[in-house]
């Protein structure tokens, strides 16, 4: 007996709670070649889990839960074994590619962040983005760059830049239970009460300016991540369309999203233009 299965059981745990929380990233990563879509499902998982801490266990310690599961990350990484399955399957994956520590302690930072912060000023929500989004991305890339650095270091600035603008969208789509449910807010400078369309179209200019950046690294993707990649940008361009056209004060009262018809649509779209090498 190997610990081959323990390694399959703990993959499937992350796929599982990948395919539970998000229809739209299982669609993405689906459509990455075969030998991806494993590590990408464990970065998912491990980042679902960190969320659900800090956004669902009201009832419990969610510090010293979060505390607990950032001591398991480290020891699950160093020791290169986790019976928490989903930690196990991260450790693999930060192993395999070799993810730098301050990958995974930015990200864990920002989870802590939201334990204790309502509001950001604009430096507090550009190191809350670059843990909870951008470093996100650099996990991801380093799995689809499978250990070129120079193709790493040349995508490096759009993936931060493209997991931003989703990050962005999210802030807008969960404005609701953001802003009304939790009394947060991501958005500097912004009072949410007097929530306007001249306010919603600034923050929407900025998003596009990262959208923009980020397709820019998708065209330069090895084909094998291609694909994947961007089908989740296309369904995020969507999503991002739909809120544009929601008024500011719908934005605030409900949650914006997109039907699973138009994701099938959006995935033979983005099938036609990958086949054609159109990107």
Do not use: W
Request: aromatic share 12%; net charge positive.
């Amino acid at each position: 007996m190997s610990k081959d299965l323990f390694d399959k059981v703990s993959l499937r745990c992350s796929k599982l709670t990948t395919r539970a929380y998000s229809t739209s990233f299982s669609l993405g990563i689906r459509c990455l070649k075969k030998e991806m879509r494993g590590p990408i499902y464990s970065i998912y998982g491990f980042v679902r889990f960190a969320d659900e801490i800090v956004d669902t266990l009201h009832d419990f310690d969610k510090a010293a839960l979060l505390k607990r599961f950032t001591s398991d990350t480290h020891h699950a990484i160093d020791e290169k074994i986790s019976l928490n399955p989903i930690l196990h399957s991260f450790q693999k994956t930060a192993n395999e590619f070799k993810f730098e520590r301050p990958l995974v302690d930015q990200f864990l930072k920002s989870m802590e962040m939201d334990l204790a912060l309502t509001s950001y000023d604009q430096k507090g929500i550009e190191e809350y983005i670059l843990g909870s989004a951008e470093v996100v991305g650099l996990m991801c890339l380093r799995v689809f760059c499978k250990g070129d650095e120079v193709m790493y270091q040349q995508l490096k600035s759009s993936a931060m830049k493209l997991g931003s603008a989703f990050q962005k969208i999210n802030f807008l789509r969960d404005l609701n239970a953001d802003f009304n449910g939790m009394g947060r807010s991501y958005f500097p400078g912004v009072d949410l009460t007097d929530f306007n369309e001249e306010t919603k179209k600034q923050i929407e200019d900025d998003v596009a300016k990262d959208f923009n950046a980020g397709y820019e690294g998708i065209k330069q993707l090895p084909r094998s991540a291609r694909f994947g990649v961007y089908v989740a940008y296309l369904y995020y361009m969507a999503l991002f369309e739909k809120i544009k056209n929601t008024p500011s004060h719908i934005i605030l009262t409900n949650r914006i999203r997109v039907r699973n018809r138009r994701k099938l649509t959006i995935l033979a779209y983005s099938y036609v233009k990958h086949q054609l090498n159109l990107l």
